[in-house]
């Protein structure tokens, strides 16, 4: 099976890296992202996921 690359170069670029140092993150608090999804879901009344092209104008069955 052909591999792309010969093997023997395999993994020297991570062990040259120079290594840096992750960085502080802080999540905000639930209240915040809850909020957030209501604002958009509800008062927008938009859908959740990934936006789909034609799916504004299809009307939701109950």
């Given amino acids: ?3 792309h690359g010969s093997l ?3 993994g020297k670029v991570r ?3 120079p290594k840096l140092e ?3 993150r802080h999540s905000s ?3 915040v992202d809850n909020r957030s999804s209501y604002h958009k879901r509800f ?3 938009r859908d959740s996921g990934q936006y789909t092209p034609g799916k ?3 009307k939701k069955r109950r």
């Fill in 22 to 24: 992750a960085r502080e």
């Fill in 43 to 45: 008062e927008l009344s």
């Fill in 56 to 58: 504004r104008r299809r």
């Fill in 8 to 10: 023997s170069k395999a």
């Fill in 29 to 31: 608090p639930p209240r």
């Fill in 15 to 17: 062990s040259v890296t």
């Fill in 1 to 3: 099976m052909p591999s």
